[in-house]
């Protein structure tokens, strides 16, 4: 099951300077318990159909 949320880590990257996933969860209070701070950030998972046309 694809989670709601995930959470982005912006200090830490990969080789190709990517930002790297560090958490990922349904319940939006619970992560912003946990990862708070401006090194943080949460984005909201959409699908595919959810999406605007690109």
């Known amino acids: 099951m694809i989670p ?3 959470v982005f ?3 830490v990257t ?3 300077g990517q930002t790297l ?3 990922q969860g349904n319940d ?3 992560l912003l ?3 708070h ?7 909201k ?3 595919l159909s959810d999406r605007e046309e690109w």
Do not use: F, H
């Open 21 to 23: 996933p560090v958490g």
């Open 9 to 11: 880590n912006t200090n």
């Open 37 to 43: 701070g401006k090194a943080y950030q949460i984005m």
């Open 33 to 35: 318990s946990i990862y």
């Open 4 to 6: 709601k949320y995930v």
């Open 45 to 47: 998972v959409k699908t």
């Open 14 to 16: 990969d080789r190709q």
């Open 28 to 30: 939006l209070d619970e």
